[in-house]
């Protein structure tokens, strides 16, 4: 090979990958508006796992992008359904994620940006947990590795960042 | 509130939260008090926090959207034995690759054993199985015997974990024994030679494909096996392709990600360039890295590589070229390097180093390029062509700096513009012999073409670097890369840079050299409108030239550049009377303006003479037309391009009077001198080489024609993006191919190459419906012969339909159809 890739064209080609495996497993596979991304990431990573064995060494940043691009990407999906059905002249449609367990509430998915979006700003760090505990759904072993920090710290880190999301969404205003 | 305000409020409050939260809820309120010592705010946040507390886990965002790692690409289900999958049983797993699992099958009619591949469920995406049927069905046709035949192919559904699976499958040729191509040189302990030659071999097998429009894509030691006798056998062609729906132009970038990184070209790794036969030249480079045990950076320089003949370093390095451009052309040009090599011939391959130390030259002297840019570009289409034109075309430069210093002097002191006269004479003529220098070695080493697209794109990028503040200089110098460019095929990169001409002449003040400039940037572009068939567009370049030049009527060369680009309007347009009038006219312009024996007028009368003997009644117009060929052989040289197609077009008129002995000799002397200036991709080189294999057909060498025929197919079909008309055009060559391979008793190419392009499609115009039909009639010609009198007839039958529906039965295919079922039934 040439020149290596710098670590910012690497990442950049995970993320594209990721994003348009996604968004065109979202078009083709999805009639309605519930999410498999199970399907869709699992392409990605054989596709990248091809795309270079060193690179997956890096496991670590491999999970903290696909963790982003998914949340992107069903963020994306998300807007563009809503502008298509207001569009179409019906009232906009939540995207929500269905598989929560029975006994609470759907999360809408653009509520949820919304809120990790003002977490970024204030605690960049836990916005990192949930993308690899909740977009990438990794156990909080395999965060603390990817992450270089304790179990500990991050079931500490993932617990404030529901709690303070939970609070967030409750009140639909500045969480803190 | 400020961000960092924020952070560092949200600081505290988290921290409280966390050493409160796993207190008893009695007890936090206490503990609120005392650490938040009567800041209300403060207690707020964190009280609302621990409200919201639910411990270490509960509903929400319990459940991850996905679950990466448990994605690890294990084998998910296996297909027991004794599965049917088609027509084939399974008997045991061979084992696992990274596409999926292969299978060792049997097939009861007929009686065989097969290596069945199983793709992963993953892959089998609604567009990917579109695809990969249709792949399948070209790969099943390729027959060759260092490639696994495809038998046959499916999708099997079956029910796992729940999931409704489809898995795309296809079985091929079980190797017997086989071992992939790296162990079984090991294991045998395989000397270089043999090495070399199986090397040989299995890319010439890999070019077999290519011919036929198949690119592997994955070329691996794992996809070559060898068997027990020793034979390579080369397997899973153009599966990467079948299966990877991203192939699709839109998505090529996700596209480049399917492969084995460690054997992708770069173009093919980056998504950026074409994934054409070179992706496979590379990975063949790759391999017999691989093959002589040599560490795998591909750039290792001879003395790294002390033990290795200099020879094959050469190979290695043009194999595994950075650029495609510069690799071996095809997977048989490199085949043919290592046989020679072998031989212990003189290899084509020229040393790496030299590459280099060129484009070292060229840097180093880009200042001096850039300098006399306009004048020295202006004479590299003439270097290129012929160095016998170089001393001319110096004289000439000399002539027009002198002219130039004259102008200047009148304006400014004499003395000093006479200085920067002869500076920039010095300037220009150094330059010119670094150039002249450069061009000879160059060519000696690599032949031609590479070296005048590596001068302009060089130029090119360093005008674009460099922002000068003198637009007129700008602007000429962009026009005449574009005319290099445009010379040498490369018709984009030459659009770009007539673009860039007029964009540096926007809005500068019009005097005259600006508005001859303008004037010559848009005769530029009409010329490449013309010669992408946008007529009309064309047309408006010339109307805004003429505009131009309405009001420089004393500007006659202006004058006559617009003429030419009318006459050549007309003549493409097949106007040939309006065409005939306005090279008259340009001929007796330049004969005064420039005078009777010049470059220009020698160019004019070549115009006109084409246009003699295509317009009607026009006397000795096959004289007119010989005599200015003999004119321009002398003037510009046998070599320049207006003398080779000049010879062309008197080729053409020797067709039309059915002189075909004279019109083949004057169009393989042409073809030959075409391509090697300006290699087989030119455009104009394509419609020369298919006049020639026409004319070859005419004198019964149809094997000639055919060889021809096939190769010109290849280059059609790798053009990216496909030129206008290009669909007929390959519908065309292949019916060309069919014609000449039944003729020359190749039957089995005959029905093949025209086999793959059957169903009608829906966008058809009339006369790509046609053709389409023609070639049908064609393929059923070849199998009547084969004695597939079955398949003939209902080939026929269907096209006699189709052809009376669209045409009505009086169209002459339609009689042709219903002639040859005649024929095929008195044949009996």
């Not at chain 1, 869709?40 to 990573?45: F, I, S």
């Not at chain 1, 491999?62 to 207001?86: E, I, N, P, W």
């Not at chain 2, 009001?551 to 040939?576: C, K, N, T, Y």
Request: glycine share 6%.
């Amino acid at each position: 090979m040439t020149t290596p890739p710098s670590p910012e064209q690497l990442s950049r080609t995970i993320y594209d990958a990721l994003h348009s495996l996604a968004e065109r497993l979202l078009v083709e596979q999805r009639k309605d508006h519930t999410l498999q991304p199970t399907a869709l990431v699992h392409e990605a990573y054989l596709r990248l796992q091809r795309l270079d064995g060193e690179l997956w060494g890096e496991r670590g940043r491999f999970f903290a992008v696909a963790g982003k691009a998914m949340r992107s990407v069903l963020v994306d999906h998300a807007r563009r359904r809503g502008a298509q059905k207001r569009g179409g002249g019906a009232s906009a449609v939540q995207t929500v994620f269905e598989d929560t367990p029975s006994g609470s509430d759907p999360v809408d998915v653009l509520d949820l940006e919304e809120a990790l979006v003002d977490l970024e700003k204030i605690d960049e760090g836990l916005v990192r947990v949930v993308e690899l505990l909740f977009f990438a759904g990794l156990t909080a072993a395999e965060a603390a590795e990817v992450l270089g920090v304790s179990e500990r710290t991050v079931k500490r880190d993932w617990r404030t960042a529901r709690t303070w999301l939970k609070a967030r969404l409750d009140s639909g205003a500045s969480g803190t | 509130m400020s961000t960092d305000r924020a952070t560092s409020d949200w600081t505290r409050v988290r921290a409280l939260y966390e050493q409160l939260c796993d207190l008893p809820a009695a007890e936090r309120e206490a503990a609120l008090t005392r650490v938040c010592d009567g800041d209300a705010e403060l207690r707020a946040a964190v009280e609302k926090l621990l409200a919201h507390d639910s411990g270490e886990g509960d509903s929400f965002l319990g459940a991850p959207v996905a679950r990466l790692t448990n994605l690890a690409p294990t084998e998910t289900f296996e297909l027991a034995k004794g599965t049917e999958i088609g027509a084939f049983r399974i008997v045991r797993r061979l084992g696992q690759g990274g596409m999926g699992a292969v299978y060792e099958a049997e097939q009861q009619n007929p009686q065989r054993r097969v290596a069945l591949k199983v793709l992963r469920p993953e892959l089998a995406t609604a567009e990917a199985l579109r695809r990969f049927d249709i792949e399948v069905e070209s790969l099943a046709r390729m027959q060759h015997p260092d490639i696994a035949r495809v038998h046959a192919a499916g999708i099997h559904a079956i029910e796992a974990q729940g999931l409704h699976l489809r898995l795309p499958w296809y079985a091929m040729e079980l190797v017997a024994e086989a071992r992939d191509l790296v162990s079984h040189a090991r294991e045998q302990e395989l000397d270089r030679a043999q090495r070399l030659g199986l090397l040989a071999r299995v890319a010439e097998a890999v070019h077999h494909a290519h011919l036929r429009g198949i690119v592997h894509r994955d070329l691996k030691p794992a996809n070559v096996l060898v068997d027990e006798s020793g034979a390579p056998k080369v397997i899973d062609f153009g599966i990467a392709r079948a299966i990877d729906q991203s192939a699709r132009p839109e998505t090529t970038r996700t596209g480049a990600l399917l492969g084995t990184p460690r054997y992708m070209a770069p173009e093919q790794k980056s998504g950026s360039g074409d994934v054409d036969a070179r992706c496979d030249v590379w990975a063949l480079g790759c391999m017999l890295r691989e093959l002589l045990e040599l560490p795998s950076a591909p750039r290792a320089t001879s003395s790294a590589n002390a033990s290795l003949p200099r020879e094959l370093d050469w190979i290695l390095a043009r194999a595994c070229a950075e650029l495609p451009a510069e690799r071996y052309g095809s997977a048989l040009a490199l085949a043919e390097d290592l046989r020679r090599c072998l031989r212990g011939d003189a290899v084509l391959a020229a040393p790496p180093s030299f590459v280099y130390e060129w484009a070292k030259l060229l840097k180093r002297h880009r200042t001096a390029f850039l300098g006399a840019a306009t004048v020295l570009i202006a004479l590299g289409a003439g270097l290129l062509i012929t160095l016998d034109a170089l001393q001319r075309e110096r004289e000439t430069s000399e002539q027009l700096s002198r002219s130039r210093a004259e102008s200047e002097a009148r304006r400014t002191a004499a003395e000093s513009a006479t200085a920067r006269a002869e500076q920039e004479l010095t300037l220009r003529t150094s330059t010119l012999d670094l150039f002249k220098r450069t061009i000879v070695t160059a060519r000696s080493r690599f032949g031609a073409g590479l070296t005048l697209s590596q001068v302009v794109s060089e130029l090119g990028a360093e005008l674009e670097r460099s922002p000068v503040d003198q637009p007129l200089a700008v602007g000429a110098s962009w026009t005449y890369l574009a005319e290099v460019a445009l010379a040498n095929g490369n018709l984009a990169e030459a659009e770009r840079m007539q673009r860039s001409a007029l964009e540096a002449l926007e809005g500068v003040t019009l005097d005259e050299q600006v508005r001859h400039e303008r004037a010559l940037g848009l005769c530029g572009l009409a010329d490449l409108y013309r010669q992408t068939r946008r007529f009309e567009e064309c047309a408006q370049a010339i109307a805004a030239a003429r505009a131009l030049a309405a009001d420089a009527p004393q500007d006659e060369r202006l004058q006559s550049s617009i003429l030419r680009r009318e006459v050549l309007l007309a003549l493409q347009q097949g106007r040939f009377e309006t065409a005939f009038a306005s090279a008259d006219e340009n001929v007796a312009l330049r004969e005064r303006v420039f005078g009777p024996a010049e470059p220009e007028t020698v160019e004019a009368r070549l115009d006109r003479g084409v246009a003699a003997t295509n317009a009607p009644d026009v006397p000795h117009a096959l004289d007119m037309l010989e005599e200015a060929c003999e004119e321009a052989e002398q003037v510009l040289g046998p070599l320049h391009q207006s003398t080779l197609i000049g010879k062309n077009n008197l080729a053409g008129a020797l067709a039309k009077r059915e002189e075909w002995p004279r019109c083949a000799a004057i169009l393989e002397e042409t073809a030959e001198a075409f391509v090697k200036l300006y290699g087989a991709e030119h455009p104009s080189a394509q419609a020369l080489r298919s006049n020639l294999a026409n004319a070859w057909t005419m004198l019964d060498r149809w094997a000639d024609a055919g060889a021809l025929f096939e190769e010109l197919l290849v280059i059609a079909e790798r053009r990216s993006p496909p030129p206008p008309g290009a669909a007929l055009e390959l519908l065309e060559l292949r019916r060309m191919v069919s014609i000449s391979k039944r003729r020359s008793g190749d039957l089995a190419r005959a029905v093949e190459v025209v086999a793959g392009i059957c169903p009608f499609e829906e966008r058809d115009d009339e006369a790509q419906f046609a053709k389409r039909c023609a070639c049908r009639i064609e393929c059923a010609r070849a199998l009547a012969l084969q004695g597939d009198k079955d398949g003939a007839r209902g080939l026929l039958e269907e096209t006699r339909d189709a052809l009376i529906a669209r045409f009505g039965a009086e169209h002459s295919l339609a009689a042709t159809a219903i002639r040859e079922l005649a024929a095929l039934e008195a044949r009996g």
